[in-house]
T-cell receptor, first 116, second 113 residues
Framework: AQTVTQSQPEMSVQEAETVTLSCTYD???????LFWYKQPPSRQMILVIR??????QNATENRFSVNFQKAAKSFSLKISDSQLGDAAMYFC?????????????FGKGTKLTVNP | DGGITQSPKYLFRKEGQNVTLSCEQN?????MYWYRQDPGQGLRLIYY???????QKGDIAEGYSVSREKKESFPLTVTSAQKNPTAFYLC????????????FGPGTRLTVL
């Protein structure tokens, strides 16, 4: 079974600075998808960024980018120019590419605090 | 606006009672999911459905039941057999395989009194 580990329960960053959240996963599959979700205090889960394992290029969405290291099974999220609205829980998630295996496997999350 | 709605936002239940959480989507998505979130934990899958009239158990299905009579609706019943039902419940939907993004509703907070 696949597992996802987020080793940083809490992180903090100064506004306008850069922060990196770590995620490692365990799988025997060669093709899969990885996601970062944001959960603000409203508790609505919001998709931040996704990465297909077959793509070597790291995904980027505005101020959010990932460092995908397939051999190391590592998928970190970098937030640049941090804003107060980035404060939230961040969850890393894994999804198999095999048909019928549609569930997301989540890590336990990292609470990000942004200091003004 | 397209989206996923969950109701109610807060739900209180006495021990021994069954309760049903509503989840509706107007995104025309084929697949729908129910997750449970406990403090300090990630989300865990309860049930999912890829098409109407079909659903599969997730990792923690015991004490829960679902139905999928319409594409738009995927209600979750928390039965009295669920020993620790107090949690935050999130519903999600996706277009189904091979599309992989799941979109989430705002959630229901269930408290057992």
């Amino acid at each position: 079974a696949q597992t996802v580990t987020q080793s940083q329960p809490e992180m903090s960053v100064q506004e306008a600075e850069t922060v990196t959240l770590s995620c490692t996963y365990d799988t025997s599959e060669s093709d899969y998808y990885l996601f970062w979700y944001k959960q603000p205090p409203s508790r609505q889960m919001i998709l931040v960024i996704r990465q297909e394992a077959y793509k070597q290029q790291n995904a980027t969405e505005n101020r959010f980018s990932v460092n995908f290291q397939k051999a190391a099974k590592s998928f970190s999220l970098k937030i640049s120019d941090s804003q107060l609205g980035d404060a939230a829980m961040y969850f890393c998630a894994y999804r198999s590419s095999q048909g019928g295996s549609e569930k997301l496997v989540f890590g336990k999350g990292t609470k990000l605090t942004v200091n003004p | 606006d397209g989206g996923i709605t969950q109701s109610p936002k807060y739900l209180f239940r006495k021990e021994g009672q069954n309760v049903t959480l509503s989840c509706e989507q107007n995104l025309n998505h084929d697949a729908m999911y129910w997750y449970r979130q406990d403090p300090g934990q990630g989300l865990r899958l309860i049930y999912y459905s890829q098409i109407v009239n079909d659903f599969q158990k997730g990792d923690i299905a015991e004490g829960y039941s679902v139905s999928r009579e319409k594409k738009e609706s995927f209600p979750l019943t928390v039965t009295s057999a669920q020993k620790n039902p107090t949690a935050f419940y999130l519903c999600a939907s996706s277009m189904g395989f091979p599309y992989n993004e799941q979109f989430f509703g705002p959630g229901t907070r269930l408290t057992v009194l």
